[in-house]
């Protein structure tokens, strides 16, 4: 499946903004969702995931309460809200596509081709 994300961009601290990533297969459904970010010089890491149905969702304690992943399975899209954005969410963002929940990278076989989001302080 091939995943095309979009939405980034420079915001200031405190402001939001929404990602999308759309897919282009049918079979959208059949996968687990996931969003990663990877900063200048560190590991990518863990951001949401959701799960097949959209009736599950996952984050870490660090973006947690900010940000809101959701899926529209007939738009093939998912979506990444980010609120409440701070400087240290800086980062190239990733969606993917996997077969199971999964909180590393490895657990995704489909990957988008990045979108930058820079939060100015």
């Known amino acids: 499946v091939q995943l095309q994300a979009s939405g980034g961009g420079l915001v200031q601290a405190g402001g939001s903004l929404r990602l999308s990533c759309a897919a282009s297969?049918?079979?959208?459904?059949?996968?687990?969702m996931g969003w990663f970010r990877q900063a200048t010089g560190k590991e990518r890491e863990f951001v949401a995931a959701i799960s097949r149905s959209g009736g599950s969702t996952y984050y870490p304690d660090s973006v947690k309460g900010r940000f809101t992943i959701s899926r529209d399975n007939v738009k093939n899209t998912v979506y990444l809200q980010m609120n409440s954005l701070k400087p240290e969410d800086t980062a190239v963002y990733y969606c993917a596509a996997g077969p199971v929940i999964g909180y590393s990278d490895v657990d995704y076989h489909y990957w988008g081709q990045g979108t930058q989001v820079t939060v100015s302080s």
């Open positions: 297969e049918r079979t959208f459904s059949m996968y687990v």
